[in-house]
């Protein structure tokens, strides 16, 4: 447990669980639901078990439980409440609220019971866009602020990737694809941020497209050979962290890919995204896209 966050303060409970710090404060006091340590200068402190209480708590309460019979729950009993709750009616928020329960407390089952849930009244495509995209967004900025750590990232970034591989493969066993389009995704070399990619990779395959895909860190070399293999073919990365030098990258692959047969480069992520606000003019086969609803609709 060395490297997982041990302490939280109401800050933390409140970022975590959408329940304002004056709530909180007035639940301690007329509920007792809560009972933090305090520093000498008398500020709240919360370990590990108060943060999971209180997730398990703000997750009942938007299901309609009240404050008053949630305290008098033990522990225990509000674990199993948590757990044996329904879903399937709830919306986005409710179902975010669980994903970050889960997290918190290292639950596969419970992330397992919501995402099952919520397949009886969405689509997959619907969970990513609804819930998975803004789950992920705030796991980035708890990691950021400090509120999670390391760990708890990568514990629900696998689960959010295990359903994409598993709709992935669905896709890629139902039909032969179209052949007027060729996609090839992966990631710039030291870029690996890929869950985006995955679920491209699943918009191109629903598309009816074939799809080729590399992954992480592959270097510019190794495209070249792919490019001269097919006619139209049309190259996907997600440019998050890297490359560094942004044109230069792109000029380079314009030389050396793009001219062989006409090849294109669709960009997405956070570089793309500055890219456009910048309103540079990119090099020719190269086209940068907001989010991933906008390339779907050019496909």
């Known amino acids: 447990m060395g490297n997982i966050k041990q302490n939280f303060s109401i800050k933390d409970l409140e970022s975590l669980s959408g329940i304002k710090a004056h709530t909180i404060r007035m639940w301690e006091k007329r509920y007792g639901v809560?009972?933090?340590?305090?520093?000498?200068?008398?500020?709240?402190?919360?370990?590990?078990?108060?943060?999971?209480?209180i997730l398990n708590i703000a997750f009942l309460n938007e299901n309609g439980y009240k404050i008053s019979r949630i305290s008098k729950m033990d522990d225990d009993e509000v674990s199993k409440l948590v757990r044996s709750i329904t879903t399937s009616k709830s919306n986005a928020s409710r179902a975010l609220?669980?994903?970050?329960?889960?997290?918190?407390?290292?639950?596969?089952?419970?992330?397992?019971?919501?995402?099952?849930?919520?397949?009886?009244?969405?689509?997959?495509s619907e969970i990513y866009n609804d819930v998975f995209i803004p789950l992920m967004i705030d796991i980035g900025m708890l990691w950021q602020a400090g509120t999670?750590?390391?760990?708890?990232?990568q514990f629900i970034s696998n689960l959010v990737k295990q359903k994409l591989f598993i709709n992935i493969e669905k896709l890629q066993k139902e039909q032969a694809p179209k052949t007027d389009k060729v996609f090839i995704l992966f990631l710039p070399n030291e870029e690996i941020h890929d869950i985006g990619l995955y679920y491209a990779n699943y918009e191109i395959l629903s598309h009816g497209y074939k799809a080729i895909f590399l992954g992480q860190s592959t270097p510019m070399e190794d495209l070249t050979y792919l490019s001269s293999l097919f006619d139209n073919t049309i190259f996907i990365s997600y440019l998050t962290i890297k490359p560094d030098n942004v044109m230069e990258y792109l000029e380079n692959f314009k030389e050396q890919i793009c001219s062989i047969n006409d090849s294109q480069y669709w960009i997405l992520g956070r570089k793309a995204v500055e890219?456009?606000?910048?309103?540079?003019?990119?090099?020719?086969g190269i086209r940068a896209f907001t989010d991933i609803s906008e390339l779907t609709l050019n496909l």
């Open 34 to 53: 809560l009972t933090p340590q305090r520093t000498e200068t008398n500020i709240r402190n919360y370990g590990v078990t108060g943060l999971q209480k």
């Open 275 to 284: 890219l456009l606000e910048e309103n540079k003019s990119l090099p020719l």
């Open 148 to 153: 999670i750590t390391p760990a708890h990232e």
């Open 97 to 124: 609220k669980s994903f970050k329960v889960s997290m918190m407390n290292f639950d596969q089952a419970l992330f397992l019971k919501t995402y099952e849930n919520l397949l009886t009244t969405k689509t997959f």
